[in-house]
């Protein structure tokens, strides 16, 4: 716990120690409670496919999750939308990320940016998700500036979104909902899986997945890959490597600890395609379009460099009397550096601008989560309680630098001469940051009348922060500590009926709050994000064949956004409101053994509600598009014809217009994009080829501001072989 200061330290041992000083006697004595309130037999669930929240999906169709809940809990109980996309459908589609895979997901914008090699870009609901709404396993995976985590998406076992305020499971997070990756474990199963794969860029990888059982208490498994080669910009290659070691201890029925662990290493230049002005990309310039491939960094100069790795465990341990304690931790350690020459507007009709920027950051974050959960009968109600503890430590120290403005060379868009001699960066920013959060939580989900469901949530937050400042070459002399103690509620209600046909209609409202860090004039920290949301729809699962059908209605208002300072250029105030209101709709089904198909629609009114400047005010924010629709099928042919072992598959994806400025004045155009697979398995073998933008659709994915628009994916073709053993 490198960098954890002895008050941080201290409340870290208040949350452990505390919950488990006060949780585990309360969990044991529970048996002991006023004999009004009767105790139900808990049938403890196997890890099989349909009973387990974080083991393997069946085909296309999760049947449970503990994202919307942190307790397993069926998918239609939960009072708000819920996507889980299994290993399954990640490996049908040919994804290698974890954001290509969201591509088919309601309410969901991935890749808002283009392809970008570090980064897993995510939007929900409107709402940014990279930065606050990503976690794993249920533990945060916080960033701030560029000290964010990046998370290989062939070591999980399943990427699941919870849409919409998420506050009172997991405190501040993103109020357009969380991405919650879920690792692969240790099955108790024998597991030899290599698999090597090659892009027609030339990019290749090679994956392992090996597990078995070490004796008769302990379970093992450790997955992997490596990759390197070209990528589809100029100039952009590297390596890249990822393993993460697991092992469960399992000494009887009723306990299990589970070790979980990773390293990952990139050494890479970064890709091209982004950062590019609106004319030239979405619409013509003089000199016609800028090419996609092209890359306009320094090759000699350009570096990216991520040295990462993370420790942590799950223990659950359940009594006699059917009430179980769990802990969750995770420690987490990443060195990222980087320098990257990226374009900035033109600096002549057939020039671009560029800044040279740099950056050296280290990040240290801890997170433990401890919960009580038990059921209890009080007249015909049955209660399912959870309460918890929660406690997240996260620091950065970083220092952000750029060659001094106007410096940089620009360099022609279709004539690009590289190894011209750069100014050296200065820094303009040198901080150690932490900031740690310690919130209290309790849940019941109440069932009642033969198909009633009531789920009723409560959390309150501390949040600490502290800004260290030091010395710049702009501010030789500085050496500051700027200090901030935030306290917020949220809640959560939601009401639904079960009907014996399948059909689960639901409503809920929901509060949420996110940590806002950054200083105004004044120097005074900011206040968090606050909001409510409010969300109705209908879950259906069939009973003739299996699927999980969702509509949601949502209406979600974002307060204490920051909007410019109207009286100071270089600082900003929180006096914002944006609301974000829609409809999704989402269906998965496994239709037969053979035929898998998905389907999504969003439309959604986002609309900038309050701003200092008042030309924006009842305007759509730009980058993401308020209409997206979807396709997927898979089919595999019978065995005992003459297809037998193939499969083909495929997917229309439809991203509807953006705009490139908040005051609607720039427009970025709508795509349609087919992607296609074509598969072939025998015995313990297996050949896959998909291609991605089937007819190389050349499109702007979105644009945020006139002078950083990026491309769209083009066509690629993504070949792989596996062998199991």
Wanted: charged share 20%.
């Amino acid at each position: 716990m490198t960098g954890i200061s002895r008050r941080n330290f201290a409340t870290f041992l208040l949350s452990s120690t505390a919950a488990l000083a006060a949780l585990w006697p309360m969990a044991a004595s529970a048996q002991q409670a006023d004999s009004a309130i009767v105790l139900d037999q808990v049938v403890v669930e196997g890890q099989t496919q349909d009973g387990s929240a974080t083991g393997p999906v069946k085909g296309y169709v999760a049947k449970r999750t503990a994202t919307g809940s942190k307790t397993n809990t069926p998918i239609e109980e939960i009072p708000q939308s819920v996507s889980v996309i299994g290993r399954e459908e990640i490996d049908d589609q040919g994804a290698q990320k974890a954001d290509e895979a969201l591509r088919y997901t309601a309410g969901v914008f991935s890749q808002p940016f283009g392809p970008d090699s570090d980064t897993n870009w995510i939007f929900i609901r409107g709402f940014q998700a990279t930065a606050t709404g990503i976690y794993q396993d249920g533990l945060q995976q916080y960033s701030y500036a560029f000290g964010g985590v990046f998370v290989d998406s062939y070591n999980l076992e399943r990427i699941e979104v919870l849409k919409g305020a998420a506050s009172v499971l997991y405190g501040g997070s993103n109020p357009g909902g969380l991405i919650n990756y879920v690792s692969k474990r240790p099955t108790g199963e024998r597991l030899r899986t290599i698999e090597t794969g090659v892009n027609d860029a030339g990019n290749v990888y090679l994956g392992f997945d090996i597990g078995d059982k070490a004796s008769d208490v302990v379970d093992y498994r450790v997955s992997g890959r490596i990759a390197g080669g070209n990528t589809y910009s100029d100039f952009a290659d590297g390596f890249r490597g990822s393993v993460s070691p697991s092992l469960t201890w399992k000494p009887d029925e009723q306990t299990s600890f589970t070790l979980l662990s990773n390293f990952t290493y990139i050494d890479e230049i970064h890709n091209g395609g982004a950062f590019l002005p609106y004319i030239g990309t979405v619409v013509d310039a003089p000199f016609g379009r800028i090419p996609r491939d092209a890359n306009y960094t320094e090759p000699s100069l350009d570096s990216y460099l991520r040295k990462q790795a993370s420790i942590g465990y799950e223990f659950e341990h359940t009594f006699d009397n059917d009430w179980t304690v769990r802990q969750n931790a995770r420690y987490l350690h990443a060195d990222i550096s980087e320098v990257s020459l990226y374009p900035n507007g033109y600096a002549s009709p057939t020039e671009l601008a560029r800044i040279n920027f740099g950056h050296d950051t280290q990040v240290n974050s801890f997170l433990i989560d401890n919960q009580i959960q038990g059921k209890v009968q009080t007249g015909a109600i049955e209660h399912t309680i959870l309460a918890g503890i929660d406690y997240k430590y996260y620091n950065i120290d970083q220092v952000q630098s750029s060659a001094i403005f106007g410096t940089t060379t620009p360099i022609d868009v279709l004539d690009p001469i590289y190894g011209v001699p750069q100014t050296p960066r200065v820094s303009y920013l040198n901080q150690d940051l932490k900031q740690s959060q310690l919130g209290l939580y309790v849940q019941d989900q109440l069932r009642f009348a033969d198909g009633w469901l009531v789920t009723l949530n409560g959390r309150y937050d501390q949040v600490w922060t502290d800004a260290k400042n030091r010395p710049t070459f702009y501010a030789p002399t500085q050496n500051n500590t700027i200090s901030s103690d935030d306290g917020e509620w949220s809640g959560r209600a939601g009401l639904a009926y079960e009907f014996d046909n399948g059909i689960t209609p639901y409503a809920s409202i929901a509060t949420f709050f996110n940590p806002t860090i950054g200083t105004n004039a004044a120097g005074a920290l900011f206040q968090p994000e606050t909001g409510t949301q409010y969300e109705v729809g209908v879950k259906y699962v069939p009973t003739s064949f299996d699927g999980l059908f969702t509509v949601a209605l949502f209406d979600l208002t974002r307060q204490n956004v920051l909007t410019a300072d109207p009286n100071n250029i270089f600082a900003q105030v929180q006096t914002g409101e944006v609301r974000s209101r829609g409809i999704e709709l989402e269906g998965k089904a496994n239709v037969t053994d053979n035929l898998k198909v998905t389907a999504a629609f969003t439309a959604m009114d986002i609309q900038i509600r309050k701003d200092t400047n008042p030309a924006v005010i009842g305007k759509t924010p730009f980058i993401v598009p308020e209409q997206q629709a979807s396709l997927s099928l898979d089919y595999t042919f019978d065995q005992d014809t003459a297809l037998e072992g193939f499969s083909v598959g495929g997917g229309v994806r439809y991203v509807g217009s953006s705009w490139a400025d908040n005051e609607n004045t720039l427009k970025v155009p709508s795509a349609t994009v087919f992607d296609a697979k074509l598969g072939y398995k025998k015995d313990n073998w297996g050949v896959d080829l998909n291609v991605t933008n089937v007819f190389d659709k050349a499109y702007v994915a979105s644009c945020q501001t006139e002078l950083s628009c990026g491309y769209a994916e083009g066509r690629s073709f993504k070949l792989k072989a596996n062998v199991s053993w």
